[in-house]
């Protein structure tokens, strides 16, 4: 891409916000006072060629990461969290400067190479060249830079041929041993496919073979779920598992993973505005598991290192979805008993899945009905605190819910006919 092409993309409001830009300038003002090289890195540059707004900004200096982040704060303030081991840095802008920036943070990196003891493990890292850093990435349409000090602002790197990917919509990694090296690539390539329907490139996709697979399997549970986690946040998120699982990688991760029924993809999407905290990637394991034995889900919870919470509102969505005939026709204070046992997030993914009308009043009504006596008002009756308490609020509340009373006048009646 010729670099007024590029300089238009980068001053396309739509595409990268005026904030965004007037902070790329400062950084690349004091990278060129430091005579730093300094580089737009990664998703930034994929996402720009790709007329996508931009949210990153992942910068990469040939230099000293920190010393440019100092520079930074010395100019425009906010703060800097610097590791000095790889020679990174975080940082916060102050409040002025990066205004409606999300995320808040921007990331300095010194350019590295890294080697690898042995596969799956973590890289070993040395200072190195733009180039260099370049080679060591995942894939071709992530392995462009844009530069930036100086008069060099807005000319495109592209040593491995990412453009041209990006324009055939091909995800090619970089080398062959390169789903060896780190398996969670497999992973991430399947997802880049997904999210801009790109096709793996042939020899890409015969590293998926059973050498890479031997890694996949050693790969620890945490990094793996990570990854998993990731495709959940995608909005194809469905798609993506089934093309997983159809490329057999599944089976590896897991033997009981089942295929995700596509049916559920757009629940994912769902919002009913009901106020309890609801990630995407928690409904994503709840509908992809909840059919599963007990024994399964716990021997996929052990090996993908899930939370306990997690793992507990998967088991409820299965153990809720068995309860149900048998709630069936109860009165809403029966049902309200039964579900406040259960995830509030974990009775919506049953709701999602079965259209019980019962659970969504309970998510957004019932649960909230409480009678308007409280335990002080029992005490000012003369009453000792006690279980006797629990049973006399369960008792009205259940009124509330069930229409037995309809005001505070009511309520009153029914607690003298219960003292
Ligand atoms: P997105 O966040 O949109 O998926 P991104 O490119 O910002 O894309 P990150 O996971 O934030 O993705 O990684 C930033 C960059 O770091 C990538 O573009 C890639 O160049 C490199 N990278 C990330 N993970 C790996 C990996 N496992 N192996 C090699 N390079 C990687």
Redesign the pocket.
Known sequence: MQKDDLLRLMHDPNLLPAEMQDLLSSIAAQAASLNMPCYL????V??LLLNKPVN?L?IVVEGDAIKLGNALIQKHGGKLTAHTKFRTAIWHPSTSLRASLTPDAIDLTTARKESYDHPGALPTVTPATIEDDLR???FSI??MAIRMDGDHFGELLDPLNGQADLDQGIVRALHSRSFVE?P??IL?AI??EGRYSFTLEPETRKLINPESFACLSSLSGERLRHEID?IFEEGNAGKIIIRVDNLKVLNVIHPALPRFNLTYANFLDMDQNLDFPRSRITMGYMLWLKDLPEDEILSIAKRLDFTSELTHSIRAVSQLKKKLPDLMNSKPSVWTFALEKFPPDSVYTVYLVTRENALLEYLSIWRYVKPHTTGDDLKARGLQPGPRFGEILSHLRAAWLDGVVGSREQENELLNTIL
């Open positions: 890195v990664g998703g930034f994929r996402d990153d992942d060591r990435r995942d992530n392995a780190d969670t690539r991430r997802r880049y990731l």
